[in-house]
């Protein structure tokens, strides 16, 4: 029967053999994860590019004519200048739902719990009746 030294040592020599095993794993993961990341980077890159060429040239030749001579889809060629991103400057980002409702001062409204300076509000005066003709349905027998 094993000692429990030899058992130990057999378990440490088990667990270096996995764990070897599971930090070559997970090396390998990361690297093909940077590559993968840096390849998708360089097609977003050409992608954009080609919308702006497509955009470009919308005025001298049109997306079947192009699909046509170079044998790529139309539905390609629409993505890439549909999904290519303007050169607009960017929008704030919405602000969340209670201070979505700020006034065009950028100050929240009032609330039941904010107090206000000046006068309080006034209730807006009923509108005044129509002159002219008054019209009242007739009564069908």
Known sequence: MATPEEIEHRVEENDSAT???RSAAAKRV??????RAAIAEQLDEIERELGDVLAESGDVIGA???AKFTDVP???????LNG????RTKRRKAAPASS???TETGQDPPTATTKR???PPTVPEPAEPRSGPVR???EVA
């Open 19 to 21: 764990t070897a095993k």
């Open 117 to 119: 300076s000046g006068p």
């Open 30 to 35: 990361g690297e093909l994860a940077l590559r």
């Open 100 to 102: 979505a409702t700020k």
């Open 136 to 138: 009242v349905p007739a």
């Open 84 to 87: 290519r991103k303007t050169t």
């Open 64 to 66: 079947d004519e192009l």
């Open 74 to 80: 139309v539905a390609d060629l629409d993505r890439w």
